[in-house]
Structure formats: C-alpha cells, structure tokens
Nanobody
Framework: QLQASGGGFVQAGDSLRLSCAASGRTFSIYATGWFRQAPGKEREFVAA????????YYTESVKGRFTISRDNTKNTVYLQMNSLKPEDTAIYYCAASPSLLTAPGAYNSWGQGTLVTVSS
C-alpha cells in the first residue's frame, strides 16, 4: 500500500516535496515511480527510483528541477520539486513496480494521489 502526501498550492518558482510511504509487502517492490495527470490529459511518467541500486529515471521536462530520493529505513520515496511551473499542475501519484520502467502499465500498486497546483 502506498500513501502519497505533500501536495499544495504554490506560486511559480516555489518548491514542494512530495512523500510516498509504503507499507505492507514492501519487499516485493523493486522501484517506485511518480506520475502526474493534469486535467484532460493522460497520466505521464515523472520520475522513478530503484530501491536496490542507484538507478533513477526522470522525464525530460523535470530534469534539473525535480529530485527523486528514497529513505529505505522509512520505506519512503520523496520527490523534491523546485522551480515549479504552472505546467507542473496535476495530481501526482506514486506507484510501485517489480522493475524500473517508465510506462504506467508496469506499475501494479498505486497511491491515492496528491494535488499540486502552481499559480502564475
């Protein structure tokens, strides 16, 4: 089970940190990813991190602004979002996968989502 939190309403240029806490059968998770879905758009990949090595993926539009990290002792993955833009506005979801991939279909356990709104 995944629990996402940390969303909010911010101004362009501000920062937010999202958290994704995992509970239950965490040993079966190889990677955790963040996805987002804006109104009227498809869910898109944002970033993913492996729990077992240093592998990390980012979508191009967030490189240099977002940082994904993990705390194995807390079974929690974070998404630090800096220099936020209005186009980052979306519901952000975290998800777990048995492999480190970017396609939403590769993820079999999803959190409930947290809303990020960036005002210009």
């Amino acid at each position: 089970q995944l629990q996402a939190s940390g969303g909010g309403f911010v101004q362009a240029g501000d920062s937010l940190r999202l958290s994704c806490a995992a509970s239950g059968r965490t040993f079966s998770i190889y990677a955790t990813g963040w996805f987002r879905q804006a109104p009227g758009k498809e869910r898109e990949f944002v970033a993913a991190i492996s729990w077992y090595d240093s592998s990390i993926y980012y979508t191009e539009s967030v490189k240099g602004r977002f940082t994904i990290s993990r705390d194995n002792t807390k079974n929690t993955v974070y998404l630090q979002m800096n220099s936020l833009k209005p186009e980052d506005t979306a519901i952000y979801y975290c998800a777990a996968s048995p492999s480190l991939l970017t396609a939403p279909g590769a993820y079999n356990s999803w959190g409930q989502g947290t809303l990020v709104t960036v005002s210009s």
